[in-house]
Nanobody, 121 residues
Framework: QVQLVESGGGLVQAGGSLRLSCAGS????????AGWFRQAPGKERELVAG????????HYADSVKGRFTISKDNAKDTLYLGMNSLKTEDTAVYYC??????????????WGQGTQVTVSS
């Protein structure tokens, strides 16, 4: 059973940076594609960024391209999301997820519990 635990959320001013981490339960990111999703109040959950399990190919939502970076460390079984130039509209609960399917699909197999990111103006 895959377990995912996010950390690194918090309160930051607009223009600031944060790095989210997601710890897998053992060889997770060596065997699964992975992604970061977010859900803001009153909005649907959206895919922010994804990374393939082979090759580390990445995909980003248009709204975060050039500001966010997804990466992983297979040795540490940890997924990261570096977030720069944060905007108030980036405020949301961020979820780490793992999939055997396409990283661009919203249907992931395993989910973390989420971590809150709040960007103040």
């Amino acid at each position: 059973q895959v377990q995912l635990v996010e950390s690194g959320g918090g309160l930051v001013q607009a223009g600031g940076s944060l790095r989210l981490s997601c710890a897998g339960s053992g060889r997770t990111f060596s065997n699964y594609g992975a992604g970061w999703f977010r859900q803001a109040p009153g909005k649907e959950r959206e895919l922010v960024a994804g990374i393939t399990w082979i090759g580390g190919h990445t995909h980003y939502a248009d709204s975060v391209k050039g500001r966010f970076t997804i990466s992983k460390d297979n040795a540490k079984d940890t997924l990261y999301l570096g977030m720069n130039s944060l905007k108030t509209e980036d405020t949301a609960v961020y979820y780490c997820a793992a999939t055997r399917g396409l990283i661009t699909s919203p249907q992931y197999d395993y989910w973390g519990q989420g971590t809150q990111v709040t960007v103040s103006s």
